[in-house]
Antibody, heavy 121, light 106 residues
């Protein structure tokens, strides 16, 4: 079945770095954009970034420009989010999600289970 | 594009009808407007895409409508499992943006 399984996350000190991973299965990975979304505890959903199927296009929310880097490895059916110089306000649950393809505009239609990032000294 | 949902909280009872609104700061092609349901401790679940198309497995008591800058999610007869937070999302442009959410409470 179509699924996304996330790994990474955890407790990190301010200024540290982290790489989140998301492994996809059950669909043709290269056909889809992939997005990352985060949710601060008790708050709403906040889109972070997306990457196109062949990595040609990436896009970031303003807050993510400069410290966040999205990438993918199509041989491993995986997408990644590298976060550098972590700050306490990056503390959130991070989700990966399947995004649109050239022929399917269903939005963010499949979500990972989420992974918690806590930035604290 | 800023998405503004109303109300922030809606108090309803099982069996009643709920109407949730999502207004966009500029016109959005309805092809690229979606609605999500999120329960505590869970990932969001896609309910509606393309403003009015139900995602796979979504009961027909959920319906979406609207165009331009005004979109609506309607739940015709609330079931106990429908009490959750609902978000709209536009994905026509970058950055993708979510509404702030509407909490459906008992």
């Amino acid at each position: 079945q179509v699924q996304l399984v996330q790994s990474g996350g955890g407790l990190v000190k301010p200024g540290g770095s982290l790489r989140l991973s998301c492994a996809a299965s059950g669909f043709t990975f290269t056909e889809h954009y992939m997005s990352w979304i985060r949710q601060v505890p008790g708050k709403g959903l906040e889109w972070v970034s997306y990457i196109s199927g062949r990595s040609r296009y990436t896009n970031y929310a303003d807050f993510a420009k400069g410290r966040f880097t999205i990438s993918r490895d199509n041989a491993k059916n995986s997408v990644y989010l590298q976060i550098n110089n972590l700050r306490p306000d990056d503390t959130a649950v991070y989700y990966c999600a399947r995004d649109v393809s050239d022929y399917q505009y269903h939005g963010l239609d499949v979500w990972g289970q989420g992974t918690t990032v806590t930035v604290s000294s | 594009i800023v998405l503004t949902q109303s109300p922030d909280t809606l108090s309803v009872s099982p069996g009643e009808r709920a109407t949730l609104s999502c207004r966009t700061s500029q016109s959005v092609d309805s092809t690229f407007l979606a609605w999500y349901q999120q329960k505590p401790g869970q990932a969001p679940r896609l309910l509606i895409y393309g403003a009015s198309s139900r995602a796979t497995g979504i009961p027909d008591r959920f319906s979406g409508s609207g165009s331009g800058t005004d979109f609506t999610l309607t739940i015709s007869r609330l079931e106990p499992e429908d009490f959750a937070v609902y978000y709209c999302l536009q994905y026509v442009s970058s950055p993708r943006t979510f509404g702030q959410g509407t909490k459906l409470e008992l």
